[in-house]
């Protein structure tokens, strides 16, 4: 198992390094996390923290764990779904945006059967690339849940950067995900 993880980890890093410059773009400069081989750069919202993924989702983002100082055993329950967004790359393959948004709602309804699309709008990044927002919607979750999607593809690549939250924190996570939507940048 730990041989396999090695393997698609080192595919991970090598797919990402095709077809890269190694050229940054101005609008990337100076973003929190800035991965040239992914071409792509996204600020982390402040009281969140990231790390790298493995895979498709190349990148995580999560609020940092509140101060446990003085919990007591017996207290509440922590929630099983917390506000996470996932940067997602993957080979473009000739798909257009509307095929990308069509296969990474089909993808999200693998992971939440009733996952249902409630808002479609066209979107653009900071550097005016087209995009595409999308608001998808589970009653059924173990919580219901809500989750953003900005899409956008290159000539090589597929991007979608997916902010989940459960409906009851959603509101309050919006700022930060608005932050990472905002500053996405891709090249």
């Known amino acids: 198992m730990k041989r396999l993880r090695t393997i698609l980890a080192l595919s991970a890093c090598l797919s990402g390094l095709v077809g890269c410059t190694g ?11 800035v991965r040239p081989a992914f071409g792509l750069a996204v600020d982390v919202p402040d009281g969140w923290t990231w790390s790298d993924v493995a895979g498709d989702v190349v990148l995580e983002i999560v609020r940092r764990p509140a101060d446990t100082a003085g919990a007591t055993e017996g207290g509440p329950r922590p929630k099983r779904l917390r506000p996470v967004v996932h940067v997602v790359v993957v080979d473009r393959e000739g798909v ?25 709008t066209p979107a653009r990044l900071t550097d005016g690339r087209e995009a595409l927002a999308l ?23 597929a ?24 500053s996405f940048v891709v090249w």
């Not at 945006?97 to 409630?118: F, N, P, T």
């Not at 608001?135 to 690549?157: D, F, G």
């Not at 991007?159 to 905002?182: L, Q, R």
């Open 96 to 120: 257009t945006l509307d095929g990308w948004a069509d296969q990474a709602v089909a993808d999200s309804k693998e992971l939440q059967v009733d996952l249902e699309v409630s808002g479609r």
């Open 159 to 182: 991007y979608a950067v997916v902010a989940t939250a459960p409906e009851s924190d959603a509101k309050a996570a919006e700022p930060a995900f608005k932050e990472c939507f905002d």
């Open 23 to 33: 050229e940054v773009p101005e609008a990337a400069r100076g973003r929190d996390v």
């Open 135 to 157: 608001t998808l919607r589970s009653e059924r979750a173990l919580e219901p849940l809500v989750q953003q999607l900005l899409l956008t593809v290159t000539e090589t690549r």
